[in-house]
């Protein structure tokens, strides 16, 4: 059966648009893009028309490539300032005389959508995480959305990643979850990824998870994208798992409209939103 992203996000945005229409919510979304890279383009659209779609006003900054660091700084710590500009975010890839991880920590953490400063990274590890990042955020609505059983499963996450592997392992944890963290170091792989009632890979490897490695009637939901001659791949070969799975994502269609969804659903909760299921 397909965990079908598309669907669920759909549902998330039209309830977002009525909360925001009913309590007259003022929301504003700052995009930071440094440099012309075009999958980045592509990604920031998507997030335009989600905002759009519910009543939340855009401010794209849209620097050069060889815009200096200090530049960059400059423009964060003004939109931390600004009281009208609830979120922001800084777009990734940035151009290699910049340090993402730096730029992106300096986003005041009451107004961090992708929930990476070292504030709400911390309060993550400490089980009070309160803005999650938002892949992470949406595998966790997707597997709930479903009623599938997060408390007492074992969970492989093949990816150690800091956008998904890393803060994924403690979001899962702090649900009560067994949480195995592969990588590609990992000996055995094959005996690992088989143990997991949920199974998530997120490396980037274009159908490194075959149906061998999946345990018959688990959860596979597959968050690695690879571009390859003009054509998206995820981690996992879908057709080859898609009948030993029970459930499992498509990708595209999976996780990435999920990642859009929780971007309006982090900006609700820094208006003091509280999501009760």
Known sequence: MILDGKKVRDELLANYKEKIKKENLNIKLAIILVGDNEASKIYIKNKERACAY?????????????????????????????????????????????????????????????????ENIYNLYLGKETILPCTVKGIIKLIEYYNIPIAGSNVVIVGRGNIVGHPLSLALLNMDATVTVAHSKTKNLKEITTSADILIAATGVAHLIKKDMVKVGSVVIDVGVSRIDGHIFGDVDFDDVKDVALWITPNPGGVGPMTVAMIIDNLLMMKGWEDNG
Do not use: M, R
């Open 54 to 118: 519910v009543g939340i006003a855009v401010e794209k900054y849209l620097l050069a490539a060889d815009t200096s660091e200090s530049v960059l700084i400059s423009l964060i710590e003004k939109l931390n300032n600004d009281t009208s500009v609830t979120g922001i975010i800084l777009q990734s890839p940035v151009p290699g005389h910049i340090d993402f991880d730096k730029c992106s920590g300096l986003i005041d953490s009451k107004k961090d959508v992708d929930g990476f400063t070292k």
